[in-house]
């Protein structure tokens, strides 16, 4: 008890404090061992499984072996070290999947080409050796003919090699005909429809109503009608547009999908400076637009009252609509009754949010003053908005070696020859006995034709613990970056904050900060990381176990098992929220992450009311900020493209769309930095309050305005007041802060 109740005193501040810059000592150096010892590990691990050295537990893996397609002999084209005896080749040596009509593959040397149409036969390798003793087709023909009939033999067709599979030309047209028809067909409905809603393209006849003829005036694709029976609303943009194959096929050179990459190859300048410089440009500004006397409050109360007349709205609505069930004949009284409890619900609600309002209106006040702080905090640092950029880079670089470990992990497991056929219930998984690679093929191959192969991999238990070992890595590691991030963060704007003179503030402050939480504080990082770590991959274990058992007909296993998940789901964000305000406590103090979240639990107990304010405050401040800079930056690309590019682009609303999406990522990291800010001036606020008399105290602007109301209880507590005789502490506010 005596622990706690130290816990749970006001701060208080340490001997000779001068801010986060003071000196400090490394702190949780055994999780930094820890982490450094997991990434050897992982690395042990990736060196076996690529060949570089023997473990009897892992087996060395070939990554093609994922990729590269599957004879119907269960073997790995290009892989599997095995001889055809009817045809003297090696498996090896024929990296390329071509299937035959029957469903089965065969391996091959190359996909053939146009040059190669008609000019031999692939078939099953039992077969294929009386064919190759010919030398002409014609010849070939006369031999593979009784097995084209079985669908043992196929002639050489136009291919498109795809990862390994010879994918025929043709089917890949029939496909895009068959999606561009689609295409025409529901623009025929928007643009020309008779009363029946039946579309008919120009030019079509009644014997062929589906087909497109080509009209008189080639100028539009549909006909203009003053005809009462014929609605037209096709817009001017459609008319003269007719979607064909070659739009849609990948492999045309004059497809949808190379128009599109030409045009973000064009435009790939505006692309790139909208995307990211406009962008955080736009942050900036809008940093500035919120430090405009009254426009943050206006925007926050505006919102808050919006929110309550749209609950209000919605109970006004239901009422109304529950009497007018009551008399329309149409509706029972039990629907008109539930009505009118779903108004009372709505009307509750918002009641409940004015309530809540009152009780936080000075409080919110205060949290517009700390988001106003924070403003100026991140534009005194302009640099500490890139580092975001730096850990996605810290990020991709541990991806690499560790997707590459992954894949030679999971191409270790063992082949399982699978196929689908067709039925009159759809396509279905035929059940097979066999437990070689040979007896599973040889009854897939057996099952009819259309029935199609393919493989899938099982791994044994030692595998699968180590697949979950580089999971709980993944995640350990990338959460290190998110905690390292927060705390350089949390470290600069504090540094900022405990500063008099503002002045001295700048891009070089946040490297020297970034230095010492470098040197000093990782060890926290990777602590409050491993937590998070450690429940996500408890997540996996329950997710697997529900998976295993989601045919099951035990409903209370099912039910326990997403019992458990929820809690673990609340536990992860409860943890993020703690390791977050944690963090901020070692960059203002220096503590180590146990003794950091013990002092900010307590420290959000006493202040509860002033985080949720500040939640409120910040939410509206940081999704009105993303959707200010992903508005101003999409429309200003749009101006610039349309004006610089026309007619150089096929289409201006992808390279548009693009700046879109790079704008929402930038709006984000933007915001992790803004919202870490936040939180990190609250507590900086609460520290100075609680740390410090009134002359002593670093608050500025608002923050000061708002302390100096409480100047008559500056020698008081200003949120936990104990009694006599070491008793329980009791909760008491103070008038205007609490």
């Not at 992954?406 to 396509?427: D, H």
């Not at 008399?693 to 305005?705: C, H, M, N, S, Y």
Request: charged fraction near 20%.
């Amino acid at each position: 008890m005596g622990g706690e109740d130290e816990d749970n005193e006001k701060l208080k501040a340490p001997a000779d404090f001068k801010g986060p810059g003071s000196e400090r000592g490394c702190t949780d150096i055994l999780c930094s061992i820890l982490l450094i010892a997991c990434w050897g590990a992982m690395t042990f691990v990736g060196l076996c499984v690529m060949g570089y050295m023997e473990n009897d537990m892992l087996k060395e893996g070939v990554p093609s072996r994922l990729t590269n397609g599957m004879d119907y002999q269960g073997k790995i084209c290009g892989v599997d070290d095995y001889n055809i005896t009817s045809t003297s080749e090696n498996i090896k040596d024929l990296p390329k999947a071509y299937y035959l009509p029957s469903g089965a593959p065969v391996c091959v040397k190359k996909c053939p080409t146009l040059e190669d149409e008609y000019k031999g036969y692939y078939c099953k390798y039992d077969k294929q050796a009386a064919v190759n003793k010919k030398s002409d087709f014609a010849a070939m023909t006369a031999v593979a003919s009784p097995y084209m009939a079985t669908f043992e033999c196929a002639p050489w067709v136009e291919t498109v090699d795809a990862w390994g599979y010879c994918v025929p030309k043709a089917a890949i047209e029939a496909l895009a005909a068959k999606a561009a028809d689609k295409m025409n067909e529901e623009i025929l409905k928007d643009c020309l429809t008779t009363t029946e809603n039946t579309a008919f393209p120009v030019g079509s006849s009644a014997d062929h109503p589906n087909k497109y003829i080509a009209p008189e005036d080639e100028s539009k694709f549909w006909k203009d009608t003053d005809e009462t029976t014929l609605g037209n609303n096709c817009t001017a943009q459609r008319k003269g547009v007719v979607v064909t194959a070659d739009y849609m096929d990948p492999t045309s050179e004059d497809n949808f999908f190379t128009r599109a990459q030409a045009d973000m190859l064009t435009a790939q300048w505006v692309i790139i400076i909208c995307g990211c410089g406009v962008a955080m440009v736009s942050g900036f500004l809008y940093l500035r637009l919120l430090q405009i006397p009254g426009l943050l409050a206006t925007v926050c109360w505006g919102l808050i009252a919006v929110i309550e007349l749209l609950f209000l709205g919605l109970a006004y609505y239901a009422y109304n609509t529950s009497e007018t069930w009551k008399n329309d004949g149409a509706h029972s009284q039990s629907e008109a009754d539930l009505m009118l409890y779903v108004g009372y619900g709505f009307a509750g609600i918002g009641g409940i949010w004015a309530i809540i309002i009152c009780c936080l209106r000075k409080r919110i006040m205060l949290a517009i003053g700390i988001v106003k702080e924070a403003c100026k905090a991140v534009g005194a640092m302009p640099v500490i908005t890139f580092y975001p950029v730096m850990q996605v880079i810290s990020v991709v670089v541990f991806l690499l070696f560790w997707c590459t470990y992954v894949f030679y992990l999971a191409s270790s497991g063992e082949v399982v020859v699978e196929c689908v056929c067709p039925s009159s219930i759809g396509m279905t998984t035929p059940s097979f006995t066999g437990s070689t690679e040979e007896e599973q093929s040889s009854s897939c191959d057996n099952a009819g034709p259309g029935c199609f192969m393919y493989k899938s991999f099982t791994y044994d238990n030692d595998t699968k613990l180590v697949f979950l070992y580089m999971l709980f890595s993944w995640f350990w590691t990338s959460q290190f970056v998110i905690a390292a991030g927060q705390l350089v963060v949390a470290m600069s704007i504090s540094t900022w904050y405990f500063t008099k003179d503002k002045k001295t503030i700048g891009n070089g402050t946040f490297f020297s900060t970034m230095k010492k939480a470098m040197w000093y504080h990782l060890g926290t990082a990777a602590f409050g990381s491993l937590i998070i770590a450690i429940i996500k991959t408890i997540r996996v274990i329950i997710t697997y176990l529900q998976n295993k058992f989601k045919n099951s007909k035990n409903q209370a296993i099912k039910i326990l098992l997403c019992a458990i998940q929820c809690y673990m789901w609340c536990l992860e964000k409860c943890m993020k929220f703690l390791n977050k305000n944690a963090y901020i406590q070692t960059a203002i103090f220096g503590y180590s992450f146990c003794k950091a979240a013990r002092k900010a639990f307590f420290l959000i107990l006493r202040n509860v009311l002033r985080i949720s304010a500040v939640a409120i405050v910040s939410s509206f401040v940081l999704i009105i900020g993303k959707l200010f800079i992903m508005t101003a930056t999409t429309l200003l690309a749009y101006m610039a493209m349309e004006k610089q590019l026309e007619g150089q682009v096929n289409y201006l609303w992808i390279p548009t769309l693009l700046v879109c999406f790079i704008s929402y990522f930038t709006a984000e990291m933007f915001n992790e930095v803004f919202g870490m800010a936040i939180s990190t001036i609250l507590q900086c606020f609460v520290a100075d309050e609680e740390m410090f008399e009134v002359a002593e105290r670093f608050a500025e602007g608002d923050l000061a305005k708002m302390i100096g109301k409480t100047n008559a209880m500056a020698k008081k507590d200003a949120t936990i007041h104990p009694e006599k005789d070491g008793e329980k502490y009791e909760e008491k506010e103070t008038p205007e802060l609490a």
